[in-house]
Each structure stands twice: as C-alpha cells, then as structure tokens.
C-alpha cells in the first residue's frame, strides 16, 4: 500500500509538472507565448507544445476561425444625390495574432475598427455610384472593389478581410412616399401613353375596318346590280321570245299574272265593260 501511495503521488506530481511545461493548441486557435507579459513566440499549429521556464511564461489565444462583422444600417449618399440605408456585413479572420494583440488586442476592439474601415470605403465606394447601379446589376463589382480597399487597410491590425457584402439596401423613411408617389407617376404617365397610343392604333384600325365594309358592300352592290341586270335582260329576252312565237298567248298570261296580283276577294274595281281589262273575263 505505502508503494502504490508513493507511485500515485509520483504520477500526480508528474502531471503537475507537464501541466506547468506544456500547453495545447486547439485546431480553431492560435496562441502567443509571454514572458513576463512580452511576447516571445507565436503558435499557428495546433497541438501540444512546451514551455520553458514555466513560472514565468503565460499563454494568450486568439481566434483562428472566420469571424463575422455585421455592422448596423448607415445612410449612404449615391452618385446621384440618393439616399440609401445601407446594411452590409464582412467576414474576416486573425492573420497576424502579434499584430493584432499589439494594435486592437480584443475582437471587440476590432469590430469597432472595422467598422470604421469598412463604412468609409463603402460610403467611398458606392459615393461613385448611381442608387440603380447599387441595387441591380454593379452591386458584385462594387462589392469587390470595397473588400480590396479594406483589405489593403486592414493589413495594418493583423487582420484579412475576406468578403463584404450588402444584406439590404433601402429608402429612408421619410424618402419612401415620395419616391413611391414619384414611381406612381412615371407608371401612370407610361400607362397613359400606352394607352393613348392604343387608342390611336384603334382608331386607325377602325377606320381601316369601315373602309373596307364600304368597299366589301360597294363591290357586293355593284356585283348584285350587275347579276340582277343580267337576270332582267335573259327575262326580257324569254319575254320577247313569248311574245314573237305567240302574241295572243303571252298577252293573256301577261293578262292573268295582273289579275293575281291586283284582284283578290276584298278588291272592288269600277270600270266600263269595254275596258281592255275585262276582255277576258267575259
């Protein structure tokens, strides 16, 4: 009992001692060794490391993962004279932990610097800008043109500013309804041009229309007088053939055909017996 008490003892003074002359570098850190607060070393590997002399040296870690700078809305001033508030964020990450721990120290420290590095090649950057080139189309350009500048600035605090990016662009409040009251006019002005014009079109096509209804009816009443004029002159024509093989008889069928149509059981005539009319009904 008393070797397995001193063996025990023995481990755990061994551990002591390797906890006091080493230290372990996680994967998503990367530490700075000091020696009475100076820094002397920096670690980017991770793993276990060693310590010499113990007492004296302490470690400080920093962050080696992708940090997020998400800065609040600003108000930018586009090329021309709009106002937008913009809401963009970055991400960035620890290159230099010397350099940072000797200019902003904490991430806090840094987000602050950041956001004025990141807010001033933004409202540099978009000041050159028209608010529809910002909202469409040159908006990745843009956007890369500001992650360049920041990143050359950045440089200088131990930090690489990998990404910036607009979530959100709007109006300002008090800019909104007259922008929408100015959008609602252009709208109705292009909707009464159009429809004005369609009118006119209308109206042309109409015109087009009638004329042609004319122009049908004319030529179908030009065409009806011509057939019915062909159609009287083969009647005459069957009419003065009657009459030339048979006077007597195209006479009495002409003279029967006006009884049909002008005497009937409420017709009343008055005339002399001798009249032609009645020869044929004596």
Do not use: C
Request: negative net charge; proline residues 4%.
């Amino acid at each position: 009992m008393r070797n397995l008490r001193f063996a025990a003892s023995v481990i755990v003074l061994l551990l002591i001692i390797l906890s006091l002359v080493t230290y372990r570098v996680a994967e998503t850190e990367q530490a700075i060794v000091l020696e009475f607060g100076k820094p002397i070393d920096t670690v980017t590997e991770p793993g276990l490391h060693f310590k010499f002399p113990p007492p004296f040296r302490t470690i400080e870690r920093f962050e080696k993962r992708l940090l997020i700078y998400d800065s609040p809305p600003n108000i930018v001033v586009t090329q021309d004279k709009k106002n937008l508030v913009v809401d963009a964020f970055a991400r960035w990450r620890i290159t230099d932990p010397l350099r940072f721990r000797q200019t902003v120290r904490t991430e806090a420290a840094a987000q602050a610097r950041l956001d004025d590095i990141i807010y001033s090649d933004l409202l540099r950057e978009l000041g050159q800008h028209e608010m529809e080139e910002i909202v469409s189309a040159n908006r990745e350009r843009i956007m890369v043109a500001v992650t360049k500048e920041a990143t050359l600035k950045s440089i200088d605090y131990g930090i690489e500013i990998l990404d910036v990016r607009i979530k959100r662009t709007d109006l300002p409040e008090e800019n909104e309804e007259a922008i929408y009251r100015r959008m609602r006019a252009e709208r109705e002005r292009i909707a009464n041009l159009y429809r004005s014009e369609g009118e006119e079109e209308a109206l042309k096509l109409r015109a087009e229309a009638d004329r042609q209804v004319k122009v049908i009816l004319a030529d179908a009443y030009r065409e009806s007088q011509i057939i019915r004029g062909d159609a009287e002159a083969n009647a005459i024509a069957v009419y003065a053939n009657a009459f030339e093989r048979d006077p007597n008889f195209y006479d009495f069928t002409r003279t029967l055909e006006m009884y049909r149509k002008a005497l009937d059981e409420n017709t009343t005539i008055v005339l002399p017996p001798e009249t032609e009319l009645f020869k044929y009904l004596k």
